[in-house]
């Protein structure tokens, strides 16, 4: 809707959409004038009922359409709307590197400060929330005439929305929050953006709002990853051995207690027996022991005590 709103403002007052269709995707328009008995494609009405955007295609009319449409200086502009890469962050699904991907193909990124030149390519260059923020706001300040704004606007939304979802991606939520709070304080708007009409950009920040707030922010939980990784990698599940009755009645069998999973644990992790202290301060943040519930017997002998 952007894209083909923008052709129509950027098009003589005089022309309608039959000759816009004619001038800029018929294989006859920039040779031929437009009568009343010329056959002409509704190539605008085929772009607003697409479901994606379309690629480009060797000998079709739509992709020959916007390629010469794009050559024409007064319609110079419109490729942008269509394939600029933020477009692929509007999608909201992107893992770490794909967001790096997406930085990557920014100028703002690097003339920023926000991605470094390295002899493999462009790496990531992270500093602080704010430092990052102030760096956006200079960058937007640079381009505050119409012709550059217009230009350079997906650059900077890119890199932006970039660097929001960024923060989901790392787990990052006080890094999160901030940059969802500047995109609520309405620094950096469709709405804004000269191009196209405005109840589509109106549209396409009320999607981008509601991805961020609902944007999830993965953590990690040392204490029940590592249980997990106990229960998967190092504790035997299989059935224990046949025993005598009176060789086995003292014996527990697995699953083991928190306490002993947390022995487990800090013993692989750390090359040696835990105390007890270090094996309450694992368990407290997950509710499975207090300080004074765990017995010196709990932790005696550990190491013997779950052989064959």
């Not at 709307?81 to 477009?87: A, E, G, Q, R, T």
């Not at 960024?166 to 804004?192: S, T, Y």
């Not at 094996?279 to 013997?304: H, M, Y």
Request: charged fraction near 25%.
């Amino acid at each position: 809707m952007i894209y083909v709103s923008f052709l129509k403002n950027c098009a003589p007052e005089a022309w309608t959409s039959r000759r816009i269709n004619h001038e800029l995707f018929s294989a006859a328009g920039p040779v031929e004038p437009l009568t009343d008995k010329t056959s002409v494609a509704n190539a605008l009405g085929y772009l607003l009922k697409r479901k994606s955007i379309p690629l480009f295609t060797a000998g079709q009319a739509i992709s020959t359409g916007i390629l010469r449409t794009e050559a024409i200086p007064g319609f110079s502009g419109g490729m942008q709307i269509l394939y600029h890469p933020y477009v692929r962050t509007l999608s909201f699904r992107l893992d770490l590197k794909k967001i790096h991907e997406v930085m990557a193909l920014c100028d703002t990124s690097t003339d920023a400060g926000l991605m470094r030149r390295t002899p493999q390519g462009l790496a990531r260059s992270i500093g602080s929330t704010a430092e990052e923020i102030d760096r956006v706001f200079r960058a937007l300040k640079t381009h505050s005439e119409p012709g550059t704004w217009r230009s350079r606007f997906p650059d900077l939304f890119a890199v932006a929305l970039s660097l929001a979802q960024e923060a989901a991606a790392l787990g990052d939520k006080d890094r999160f929050r901030n940059w969802r709070q500047w995109f609520r304080e309405g620094h950096l708007r469709f709405a804004d953006w000269p191009a196209g009409d405005e109840e589509p950009r109106i549209a396409l920040d009320r999607w981008v709002a509601l991805q961020l707030d609902h944007l999830d922010v993965s953590t990690v939980d040392p204490f029940s990853t590592g249980f997990q990784y106990l229960t998967q990698h190092v504790i035997a599940s299989e059935p224990a051995r046949s025993h005598p009755n009176e060789s086995v009645a003292n014996e527990r069998e697995l699953p083991m207690t928190p306490p002993e999973l947390a022995w487990t644990f800090l013993a692989i992790q750390g090359g040696r027996a835990p105390t007890r202290q270090e094996v309450a301060r694992v368990l407290l943040p997950i509710g499975g022991a207090s300080r004074n519930s765990i017995c010196d017997e709990d932790l005696v002998d550990t190491s013997c005590r779950w052989t064959d």
